[in-house]
């Protein structure tokens, strides 16, 4: 019986379903996410092609990129046509699109909204498998002069220092500051800790002339914002 391998690698394609090629004539974004995750690995198994291969891969992730950057090499290696290096290579590929949309967010050095204190958080905790506790110190114009991991705790909770806070705030000149942690269940309804830290912090800074002008709770997707349901 005759291989099939060489018939389902990219290069023996018509031009037409070569997504090299097609991003070429035709540009990025005419490209399905499989085609350019396919463009990576170059060539499928035995039985499917590249782009087959990561539409099974997606599938199994329900069609989400944020879903597919969370799987770790040896998951994307049960794949079967997905060896180490192919599976470091779309590892690779994801953590770079994160980081760019981190860069980008971290242009918006100003804070307008609740809406904007969510897109600078969300690449930095929105997805991950642990809580975090941050503090955005801003100035009198509203612009952040520092973020700052306060707590790394686990699922259902972290510690937050108090003291700490003020210590920076006051290190780094800073006039307000706004609360952010992230909830990896993806609920977005406040604890009555979240509450409780929420409170303590407004008035031991109002002690210094220091305002909390926010708390955000921060999920994949989605964030709560204390100051727009006016609980603050």
Same mark, same amino acid.
């Given at each position: 019986?005759?291989?099939?391998? &060489?018939?389902?690698? %990219?290069?023996?394609? /018509?031009?037409?379903?070569?997504?090299?090629?097609?991003?070429?004539?035709?540009?990025?974004?005419?490209?399905?996410?499989?085609? *350019? %995750?396919? #463009? =990576?690995?170059?060539?499928?198994?035995?039985?499917?092609?590249?782009?087959? =291969?990561?539409?099974?891969?997606?599938?199994?992730? $329900? &069609?989400?990129?944020?879903? *597919?950057?969370?799987?770790?090499?040896?998951?994307?290696? !049960?794949?079967?046509?997905?060896? !180490?290096?192919?599976?470091?290579?779309?590892?690779?590929?994801? !953590?770079?699109?994160?980081?760019?949309?981190? @860069? $980008?967010?971290?242009?918006? $050095?100003?804070?307008? /909204?609740?809406? /904007?204190?969510?897109?600078?958080?969300?690449? #930095?905790?929105?997805? =991950?498998?642990?809580?975090?506790?941050? %503090?955005?110190?801003?100035?009198?114009?509203?612009?952040?002069?520092?973020?700052?991991?306060?707590?790394?705790?686990? #699922? +259902?909770? +972290?510690?937050?220092?108090?003291?700490?806070?003020?210590? &920076?705030?006051?290190?780094?000149?800073?006039?307000?500051?706004?609360?952010?942690?992230?909830?990896?269940?993806?609920?977005?309804?406040?604890?009555?800790?979240?509450?409780? %830290?929420?409170?303590?912090?407004?008035?031991?800074?109002?002690?210094?002339?220091?305002?909390? *002008?926010?708390?955000?709770?921060? +999920? @994949?997707?989605?964030?709560?914002?204390?100051? $727009?349901?006016?609980? *603050?």
């Amino acid at each position: 019986m005759p291989e099939k391998s &060489n018939s389902f690698s %990219i290069k023996n394609w /018509s031009q037409d379903d070569q997504p090299r090629e097609k991003l070429r004539d035709k540009g990025k974004a005419t490209l399905s996410d499989a085609e *350019l %995750i396919a #463009i =990576l690995i170059g060539s499928g198994n035995r039985d499917e092609s590249a782009v087959a =291969l990561c539409k099974r891969i997606f599938a199994s992730v $329900d &069609n989400n990129l944020n879903a *597919l950057g969370k799987l770790s090499i040896a998951q994307l290696m !049960e794949f079967k046509g997905i060896g !180490e290096a192919k599976a470091i290579s779309i590892v690779a590929a994801l !953590e770079i699109g994160k980081r760019r949309r981190l @860069e $980008d967010a971290l242009e918006l $050095d100003k804070i307008a /909204s609740s809406r /904007s204190v969510f897109e600078v958080m969300q690449p #930095i905790i929105g997805d =991950l498998p642990h809580e975090e506790f941050w %503090i955005l110190y801003l100035n009198n114009s509203n612009k952040v002069i520092k973020k700052n991991q306060l707590s790394k705790g686990g #699922i +259902t909770g +972290t510690l937050v220092d108090v003291r700490l806070v003020l210590k &920076n705030a006051l290190e780094v000149g800073a006039i307000a500051l706004i609360l952010c942690h992230n909830h990896p269940s993806g609920t977005l309804k406040p604890s009555q800790a979240d509450k409780d %830290i929420t409170q303590k912090l407004k008035y031991a800074a109002q002690s210094l002339d220091i305002s909390v *002008l926010d708390h955000l709770i921060v +999920t @994949e997707k989605a964030y709560f914002s204390f100051a $727009d349901e006016n609980i *603050l």
